[in-house]
């Protein structure tokens, strides 16, 4: 048998129980890594990951896992994919901080906390410009998105402790197989693209950065392995498009000729009240590039977003 880059080694993953969460953990596992997951509900996989319950809010038992663990990946916070009412609003913020927390608390009654911290942040993070293409020093933007993501890192950089080396994912769009079994929101476009309504939304030209999971799990595992990665990254692929590119090529990949355009007015209602979603998630966007990745040479097995769907759908 291969040895795999990861063999013994112990990693955490807190909020493992999503799309994003499980795909990581299976590439972990399958790297070598023994994986355990701090979860509210069990974990469904074929391969061997721990689930061990945990709130997100408290300290508990769940906290000797992270003792002698040779890393910590935080994913945990409640999806966007919902309606913004106040109550929702709230609990995003809180899911994010709130879990953070807990686990800076939990390194700090443990006897040996892992070396290594990898945290969940957004590309949101820069607002929606609608043009300008925002690497890692680019101004920050406003609104919810912004004021979550600015939370959650400030909290992070509390909670994590000086001797241990950090990265912060800004992370874009990750898409994932678009079957019933995983995907995120993928699986959302293609049904709706299947239907007939993948076309423009608005204008169109709001930007979508994208990333395929492979890559971010690529990326999750260098984090893990290369001792001079620190700090904040951009995690998506290196050619964003807008959102008429998208659907576009999306349409390509699934065979579907047509695709009806969607008025922002048209949106805003079947977001809301069909879909039970934020409308702002398609009709607002972002262009972020990868800099730092770049810089240092990360090469991406899925740069270009035909090929990315193609494998994916």
């Known amino acids: 048998m291969v040895a795999g880059v990861l063999d013994g080694q112990r990693i955490v993953i ?9 795909s990581l953990a299976e590439y972990l596992a399958a790297q070598g890594a023994m994986v355990q997951t701090l979860t509210r509900q069990p974990v469904e996989s074929y391969v061997d990951i721990a689930s061990i319950t945990w709130d997100g809010y408290q300290l508990g038992s769940w906290q000797s896992a992270l003792d002698g663990a040779d890393a910590l990946i935080n994913l945990a916070g409640r999806s966007v994919d919902c ?41 949101h993070i820069y607002g929606d410009p ?39 994912l800004r992370t874009s769009f990750v898409v994932g197989p678009s079957g019933a079994a995983g995907g995120g929101a993928l699986a959302k476009l293609c ?13 169109g030209r709001q930007g979508m ?5 492979a890559d971010f799990n690529r990326i999750v595992e260098r984090g893990i392995t290369d001792e001079t990665v620190a700090g904040v990254y951009i995690v998506s692929a290196p050619e964003p498009v807008s959102q008429r590119e998208f659907m576009r090529h999306l349409r390509a990949a699934l065979g579907v000729r047509i695709g009806l355009p969607a008025p922002a007015w048209l949106v805003r209602l079947g977001a809301q009240w069909v879909l039970r979603t934020d409308p702002e998630l398609a009709l607002y966007g972002r262009y972020v590039k990868p800099q730092r990745l770049l810089d240092e040479g990360f090469e991406f097995c899925f740069p270009e977003l035909p090929v990315a769907l193609r494998d994916l759908v």
């Open 209 to 213: 950065s994208w990333i395929h999971q």
């Open 83 to 123: 309606v913004k009412t106040p109550d929702h609003q709230d609990e995003i913020l809180r899911s994010r901080v709130a879990s953070t927390r807990a686990l800076g608390l939990a390194m700090r009654v443990i006897r040996q906390p892992p070396p290594v911290w990898i945290q969940m942040s957004t590309a």
């Open 130 to 168: 609608p043009v300008q293409q925002c690497v890692e020093s680019s101004p920050l933007g406003v609104g919810l998105a912004p004021t979550v993501g600015r939370a959650w890192e400030q909290e992070f950089h509390r909670a994590i402790l000086p001797e241990q080396r950090g990265m912060l």
């Open 191 to 203: 049904q709706l693209t299947k239907w007939g309504l993948g076309g423009t939304v608005a204008s």
């Open 14 to 22: 807190a909020g493992g129980s999503g799309f994003l969460g499980l």
